[in-house]
């Protein structure tokens, strides 16, 4: 993308400045600006709202701004289009995608549906919106074990696209949901080995992980919960540190949430703290800006398929 000219650039404005930059654009333009927890720390911090999938969703829908810039990733900010039809949802980079919602193309569950034809299909949010045309239902990493706890006994489900927070799901309820095989690259890197040993060497340390986790991180987990339920936590716990086991940009909002305390990112080799999501980074400040100034890259979606897909988002609101 051409850059000349941005504030940020050589001889241009520094990062106050384009942060500066970024907020008279919300003001002028009646925007608002969302953000994941998983974003590098400037973006929460100019972000009007930052939160976990489900919160982020929920704002979505509740916004009176024109024009809503998702700084997040790609499904993400699709979900909020589906809420928002009639406003301009913008994303700093179209390309900023997510192995999970890759692993599940529309064509592949169609065949699926076909083959199990008395499961519904519950589907983890970070899904393209086409698969969620195809879903029952949607369900976050923070409302999901209470979705599925409220469904009937004997209903049989097909989960999409995370296997592994499918298999807590199924392990927490006693269900025999049929998994989807895909799984979320970056948490998929942690192993309980390393974990345990970052872990052993912070005795009064907690160890706390992201449902996405695969099954022996889970295991060894002293507490289970999406980004926003990971924050609660540890404000309502009384330990003074923890490991972390998610992706990087949660320690910026840990570290706000408790200062007190300390936080050890969980490593994918067991000595650095380098899982940061290749997708959730490639959002910048100056991408911010120029989204922005330009309002493209802008997500775009058919009528079909904001009305299909808006039904089991919905319905998912409703329930949470
Ligand atoms: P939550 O925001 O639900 O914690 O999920 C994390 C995630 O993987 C977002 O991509
Ligand atoms: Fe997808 Fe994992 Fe990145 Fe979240 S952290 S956007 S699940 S690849």
Redesign the pocket.
């Known amino acids: 993308m051409e850059t000349k000219g941005m504030p940020g650039d050589k001889g241009g404005l520094e990062k106050q400045a384009l942060m500066d930059e970024i907020r008279r654009l919300k003001k002028e333009k009646n925007a608002v600006l969302l953000g994941h927890y ?1 974003q590098v720390p400037e973006i929460q911090e100019i972000a009007d709202f930052v939160g976990d999938s489900l919160a982020l969703a929920q704002q979505a829908k509740n916004t009176t701004a024109d024009i809503i810039l998702f700084a997040g ?1 790609h499904f993400m900010a699709e979900t909020a289009k589906i809420l928002n039809p009639d406003k301009k949802v913008l994303i700093p980079d179209l390309t900023a ?5 890759d692993a599940c193309k529309a064509g592949d569950l169609k065949a699926m549906k076909a083959e199990y034809p008395d499961h519904m299909v519950l589907s983890y949010v ?1 899904c393209s919106a086409e698969v969620k045309c195809l879903s029952d239902l949607i369900c976050t990493s923070g409302n999901a074990l209470k979705l599925v706890k409220s469904l009937l006994a004997d209903q049989k489900i097909l989960f999409v696209p995370d296997r592994n927070l499918g298999g807590y799901i199924n392990r927490m309820t006693g269900r025999n949901m049929k998994l989807w095989p895909g799984c ?4 998929e890197m942690l192993k309980a080995e390393n974990v345990l040993k970052l872990k052993q060497a912070h005795p009064e340390a907690k160890l706390i992980a992201h449902p ?1 986790c695969n099954q022996a991180v889970l295991e060894v987990a002293d507490f289970v919960g999406s980004t926003a339920a990971m924050l609660k936590f540890i404000k309502e716990d009384a330990s003074p540190a923890y490991v972390v086991a998610t ?1 990087t940009g949660i320690l910026h909002a840990m570290g706000k949430t408790c200062p007190e305390k300390t936080f050890y990112i969980a490593g994918a080799d067991g000595s650095c703290g380098c899982n940061d ?4 980074k490639k959002n910048t400040l100056e991408k911010i800006y120029r989204c922005l100034m330009d309002e493209s890259p802008e997500i775009l979606l058919s009528d079909e398929v904001i009305r299909q897909a808006a039904k089991p988002i919905e319905k998912m609101l409703r329930m949470s």
């Open positions: 998983y990733v995608g997510c192995s999970l919602a970070n979320c690259e970056v948490h996405e992706e999501c290749p997708h959730m």
